[in-house]
């Protein structure tokens, strides 16, 4: 018989925001283990890790890495920090869910891709709307030939300008709209694309909105499909309010998602057939939260993961030709 399964032992790199929704809620909703949270300041990791019932807290990331009761780790820094610190925590035997995007640009990625297949670990770039049921829903919709022939993919996300002083906004920190919210534009076109054209899209066109040459407040991207169809990905820090839909339109009819991005916040997939709408609900729960339940399942039972390091690549080579597309320079490797 198998021995019961173990709760994953994880480290948190960087007490960021994005790490209650993304990791300590979803860990605490599955029964896995907040061992610890490395900050480079060791008072605010210390308030963090009383905050949100954290074993210990480290006053640097290279401490979490050195844990031998931490055996996953959850890279929340900021863009140029995922690529080294994913690279060290491979290094060190961990096993890797990384915030995306997992690398700076698409050297980079390789680089990890590479430590990845030396170390035998499990990693996992973030992509979480990806494992929520309302996306597979989309997939399986689409795949079923019930929409017909897709004639053109739409994918957004829009969110209002993050503050001057943000990381997001920093070239030598990988920032852009591109690097925070169009990867998933992007990314959700990949997915479609894999499923009904068997392969990637590529960058027809690309404009962007970069008052100093370098950071993207937007950048829209036409794509083409292997199979000919066309696609419009949208990123951008220029919305009034957070926007995360995606549509679908073929010869029959379309299927769309509310919030393709947090599905949990609205998790309907709304199918339209010449004018007859069919709504479909599915579960609330968090997207984040179905993303730990697919990387316990690839370090418990040897399960494959979608978003690999191999699709990391992909991404990363995508993004890459997007801006140079629109004419700006790649983001640089984070030099610390």
Known sequence: MNDARKPLRIGILGAARIAPSAIIFPAQATGHLLVAVGARDKARASEFAKQYQIEKAYGSYQEVLDDPNVDV?????????????????????????SEKPSASNA????????????SGKVFMEGFHYYYHPVF??????????????????????????????????????AGGSMMDVGCYALHSQRMISQAIADGEPTIVKAEANAADGKIDTKLYMQLKYPNGVACLAKG?????????????TGSKGSVHLPNFVVSGWDPRV???????????????????????????????LGKPIKTDAKDALLQAQLIDAAYIAAGLPLRPIFKH
Do not use: C
């Open 136 to 173: 597979q829903r989309l997939l399986a919709i689409v795949k079923s030939g019930e929409i017909g022939e897709v004639i053109k993919v739409e994918s957004s996300l829009l969110i209002p300008r993050p503050d001057e002083s943000d990381l997001r906004l920093q070239f030598d920190l």
């Open 270 to 300: 709304i199918v339209d057939l010449a004018g007859q709408k069919r709504v479909e609900h599915l579960p609330s729960i968090s997207t984040y939260t179905y993303q730990l339940l697919a990387f316990a399942d690839a370090v418990d």
């Open 236 to 248: 951008d820090f220029e919305a009034p309010v957070m926007e995360a839909p995606l549509t679908v």
């Open 107 to 118: 050297a980079e990625a390789k680089e990890v891709a590479a430590a990845v297949s030396k």
């Open 73 to 97: 780790i959850y890279n929340a820094l900021h863009n140029g920090g995922h690529g080294p610190w994913n690279i060290k925590a491979l290094a060190a035997g961990k096993h890797v869910l």
